[in-house]
């Protein structure tokens, strides 16, 4: 049986573990401003559920997002670190 601490001490420290935690697990990706934004260089730090950055190459330039899923093929470059240059 586990028990439970009741000192709020405790509590504090495990938030911020929480939190801690929560922005380590983040990745930073390269996306696009606006639509006239042709180099896509603005650096965004993803939401938790996002783990890749994706970059999509089309006949009008290219576009870079955060994305939970990604699979590269002949237009689209995946990449798991920081600010990774797809």
């Known amino acids: 049986m586990e028990v439970m601490s009741t000192d709020p ?3 504090k ?3 911020e573990l929480k ?4 922005h380590l697990l983040t990745i930073r990706c390269f996306t696009c401003d606006n639509a006239e934004d042709d180099i896509c260089k603005t650096v965004v730090e993803c939401d938790a559920a996002a783990i890749y950055c994706k970059a999509v190459t089309t006949a ?3 576009i870079r997002t ?3 899923l990604c699979a590269d093929d ?3 470059t995946c990449c798991q670190e920081d600010e990774c240059e797809v």
């Open 66 to 68: 955060c994305e939970e």
């Open 74 to 76: 002949n237009n689209t």
């Open 13 to 15: 420290r495990l938030n």
């Open 19 to 22: 939190i801690n935690t929560r």
């Open 9 to 11: 001490t405790d509590h």
């Open 60 to 62: 009008d330039g290219i």
